[in-house]
């Protein structure tokens, strides 16, 4: 009787790729030399992400592991709860609440334009007096653990989306914090605030930005984003903002 472990090693290789990863690194991997050898070949990961539709958004890209771009590739998301206003202010902390508070509208909004994406049809919108609200990502929370932001240290890549009123002026504000355990800030993207003037085009502009080689100990990420409008009217003449996200990226610098 053919036992399993007399298989050819290729045709071994085939059968692992078919299991999920986590059994093939918690189990698999500890069954016998041979088998923890093929799971820590770079060929049989290579082999699993080509199954199952990862691959650099570069075809000719070195990746420098194939077993981490396999994990980050099936952990990738949108942290972000809640970005385009679906939820009403579900899963955001409303830090300031000026003039007549934050509010929400339906695209593309009075005096406005629609957003790029067809499928964003809800903005959050400021007033005359400051509005700011916030959201906190626990890394772990989402299948990151501690050693992989340590020591891998894949880019983290934030953007936000934002415009104004045809008729009315408006600031912008954004910053994003990494965050140690016990919230101490590591490394932060602040960038000046942006001021539109009256009678802009009301496009929807994008902002983004890339954590590259931050600090070990980063835990969580704070996203802060708002502003108001410049010619304090009362009512919702403020910036508006939707489409938030923050991402972790499978490729990784070498």
């Known amino acids: 009787m053919v036992n399993i472990g007399d298989l050819p090693e290729d045709i071994l290789i085939d059968v692992l790729c078919l299991v999920p990863a ?51 590739s099936t952990l990738r998301k949108n942290l972000i709860q809640n970005p385009c206003a679906e939820a009403g202010f579900n899963s955001w902390k409303i830090e300031q609440n000026g003039g007549d508070e934050w509010k929400i509208e339906d695209l593309p909004g009075n005096h406005g334009r629609e957003f790029p994406d067809p499928h964003v049809c809800k903005y959050f919108v ?35 989306w934002y415009a104004a009123r045809y008729d009315c002026g408006c600031r912008y504000q954004l910053r994003v914090e990494l965050l140690s355990a016990d919230y101490i800030v590591l490394q932060e993207f602040h960038p000046e605030d942006v001021v539109i003037e ?38 919702w003449y403020g910036i508006r903002v939707t489409n938030s996200s923050i991402t972790i990226e499978p490729e990784v610098a070498e």
């Open 22 to 72: 986590r059994e093939l690194v918690l189990r698999c991997r500890l069954v016998c030399l041979l088998w923890r050898n093929l799971v820590d070949l770079p060929s049989l990961w290579k082999r699993k992400c080509h199954l199952e539709g990862f691959h650099p958004r570069a075809p000719d890209r070195n990746v420098p592991d194939w077993r981490i771009f396999y994990f980050l």
């Open 126 to 160: 400021t007033s005359y007096g400051l509005c700011l609200k916030n959201q906190l990502v626990t890394l772990k929370n989402h299948g990151y653990w501690d050693e992989l932001m340590d020591e891998v240290k894949p880019a983290i890549v934030v953007k936000d």
């Open 198 to 235: 009256p009678w802009s085009d009301a496009t929807w502009h994008k902002v983004s930005h890339t954590f590259h080689d931050y600090p070990r100990g980063v835990r969580h990420v704070i996203l802060h984003h708002g502003g108001s409008d410049t010619q304090y009217w009362a009512g």
